[in-house]
């Protein structure tokens, strides 16, 4: 965090480095919490309402905390054509949450992609850092489990 604080120390004060804070903030915390919006305001002069305007205007901005699990489903064309929408809909009918959803239990998160960059293993997800390819409902569900068993582990 004392880097991404640097960094955000740098670009203070000067409002056309408000995205790219926000961008970093996000990087480092997942998402844009309140307390977030209050000090991007504060370090930038600006209405705390000025700045939830634009993390509401871009959608690669996130309001909720992500589950400790994100699960990234590829929609890219590639992925598409080999069913991406299938494995999106097992996952969502699995964990019982849509794309854009968080697990009550705060493990699982859902979100739709665009190319992974392996599009010769779609259908492809990712959770965290670990691409997973020529996913089938089996596979699916065998990787899920994986993560369910194993919720206390980082
Ligand atoms: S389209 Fe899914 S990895 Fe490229």
Redesign the pocket.
């Known amino acids: 965090m004392e880097s991404t604080l640097q960094k955000l120390d740098e670009l203070k004060g000067d409002r056309s480095n408000v995205i790219k804070a926000l961008q970093l903030i996000q990087v480092h915390e997942g998402f844009i919490s309140d307390t977030s919006i209050r000090e991007v305001a504060e370090a930038f002069s600006m209405p705390a309402v000025e700045v939830e305007g634009i993390v509401s205007f871009y959608a690669q901005f996130k309001r909720n905390q992500p589950g400790k699990y994100m699960i990234s489903v ?7 054509i ?1 069913g ?1 929408p299938q494995v999106l809909h097992w996952i969502s009918d699995e964990l019982g949450i849509g794309d854009e959803e968080t697990s009550d239990d705060g493990l699982f998160s859902i979100e739709r992609v ?6 010769s ?4 997800m990712k959770i965290n850092d670990e691409i997973y ?1 020529q996913l089938n409902r089996k596979k699916t569900m065998k990787i899920l489990k994986q993560y369910q068993k194993e919720p206390a582990n980082d």
């Open positions: 590829c929609d890219g064309t590639a992925c598409h080999k991406s665009a190319c992974l960059g392996c599009c293993l779609a259908p492809v390819g």
